[in-house]
Every structure is written in C-alpha cells, then in structure tokens.
C-alpha cells in the first residue's frame, strides 16, 4: 500500500491544473481517493469538523443493501431450484448449467450453497452491466465537465438491479441505467441535482417500454417452462372472498422473502437489516421511514374496514401490505435518498405519509397493476419541493416577526 500511495502522490502533478492530463483529473482523483481516501482539505474559514463526509455516506449504504444482495442471489437461486426440482431436473440449461455442473453441484433448494451460486449466475452479470454501463456515463459527463468521481453511482448501480426480475434481458439493463443516468441525473448538472430517483426512473423506464420483460408471471422464475406469480398478483388475482390460508405462500413467507419477486426487493428482514445500519449511522431519516408506514398501514386499514365484493386487495389486512412487494424496499433505501427527499423534518413526515399512502391505493385501486411502490416514490420526488416550500416561508414569516 505504501508504494502505491507513493506511486499516486508522484501521478499527481500530471493530472493537477496545468499538467499534461489535467483534463483526466476527475478520472484520476476517483481511483486515487477510492484506493487511499480522500486528500482534499479545507484552506479557508470556516473549519466544519465531521467525520461522515459524502464517500462515507455512499459506502455505509452500499454495506446496508448487502444483505438484500446477499437474499437476492438466495432467493433467485431457491426459486430457480424449486422450478426445476417441479420439473424433475436437477441442473439448469445453458450456461448456468455448465457452470454449475463444473462444480459439481445438484440444483436442488434444499442445497443453500447450491441456491447462492444458482441465484448469483443471474444477479451478478445485471449488477456488472449495471455497473459498467453505467459508470461508463458517469465517466464520460465527469470528465466532460471537469467535475469529481462520485461514489453516489456505486449505490444507483447497485440499487438499480435489485428492482429488476431475474430473467430481464442484459441489454435492457444497460438502457435503463443509461436512461436514468442521463436524464434523470447528468442532464440536471451530475450528483446532488437530481429532482427523482435514477435507479427508480431506470426501472420505469423498463417497465414502460418493455412490459412483457418486467411483468407477468413468466418474468420472475429463471427456468423454461415454468412460470410462478409474484405474491401481489396471486392476491390480486384471487376472489375477494378467498381466505388468506388458500394461497401457497404466508405471511411469514413474505416477511423473509421466500417468495417470487423482484430480486432484492422481497425479504423485510434483510431491508431491516439494512434500515438497522442506516437508522445507527444516522444517514437516512427515521421520519420518511415511520411517516410512510403509517401513511400505508392506515390506508390499507381503512380499505380494509370498507371490504370489498369484487376485489381482494381491499379486503386484505392491513399488515400485509408492508410485507408485499417492494414497500419496505422502497421505505428504507429509495424513499429516503437525501437528495430528492425534503429537508425539513416537517415536509419529510409530510412526504413520508404522502408516498406511503399513494403506495397502497395504486396497489388497491389499480389491481392491475398491484406494485405502486415505484411511481408512487417518483411521484414524491416531484413534490418534494412542495413539502418544504410551506414550512421554510413559515419559518421566514416567524423570523420576520420575531425581528421587526
């Protein structure tokens, strides 16, 4: 490490203003500052004193979704695995099939090791793509401007993939992230302008263009010829009348995320574990995270004392709702992204119990299309602004007063 500590500080000059590759500095500084840390130091009052800075912030929360990796590349793995054992097979074709075998290892869901590996072989080729693609434009805009590497793309890249089903395409992957790092973020001036989430306008973007990839029961099980629903559309579809111990999966099902979805979005214990680290850190708002429980958890009360002939939604308890989907998901890491959040504690309870809210009666209402997590926080993000907005004039009216 000391040579190439040395070795960078000797770089430095030739990427500094006036060296010969002066305009690779943003290039140069991100690799240097990822590997040894950050050397810039303040040269002028006033002297802020803080040990979290925006590096730390991005890493700390990259190290909170690594168990909803670690349950994504499980829980694919498990699902492929229940498929094929349905099948009367024991190794996936293609590929993964070839990886496998070369390991020596039998698709069976019993094999949690073999679940792992199965459900990486499809995690981990979209987070690359995610990964390169993206940072690919990150670079391009970076250097373009003359602007720093962030460490914020290492959290898009990586939240973006956990939204999507196992099966999505590897060159959809690369156009969503293009598309939501564009034009959801560069084209506003780069990191800290963005008004929506790029990881959610990247997963919109897929789900608009290309439904068939994104929906539907054929999406969510890597594994020809077999097809399973998500836990939200077997609700859905179900009678209105049907008791909740008919369907195949329960509630404690949900809350673990042994269940078909998307991949990272299905088990509440490892966002908790995640929400855990976040909430200590003091990185994002337990404010946003409460407001918008409890703007979903009264809602789905309320239309579930309504009840329902027709629509089972309606009718189903209240405390499911958290557990379905990707409410939780989106409650801890999209919800509360300090950028497209409200900063005042008001306007986050505000927004909070608006999304959370907005959340349950697209899923209800819209049975259709019963996940309304997503536009729900992009629709939040719109009025972000709103929310603050009332609050800081009513601040500015009190001080007015206060001083004449």
Known sequence: MKLLNSLLQKSAPLFNKGGRFEAWYPAFDALDSFLMGSRHTTDSAPHVRDAMDLKRIMILVVMALIPCVFMAMWNTGYQANLALQAL?????????????????MHCTPDNQLANLIHGSLFFLPIYLVSLIAGGLWEVIFNLGRGHEMSEAFLVTSLLFPLTLPPTVPLWQVALGISFGIIFAKEVFGGVGRNFMNPALVARAFLFFAYPSRMSGDTVWVGVDGLSSATALAKVAAAPADTPLTNLDFSWADAFLGTIPGSMGETSVVACLLGAT????????SWRIMLAMLLGGLGLGLVFQLIASPTNALINLPFYWHPVLGGFTFGLIFMATDPVTAPHTNIGRWCYGFFIGALAILIRVINPAYPEGVMLAILLGNVFSPLFDYPVIQANIRQRRLRHG
């Open 88 to 104: 009367g097979l024991t190794s996936p074709a293609g590929w993964r099939g070839t990886v496998m075998a070369a390991m020596g």
């Open 277 to 284: 680290l976040l909430l200590v850190c003091g990185i994002a």
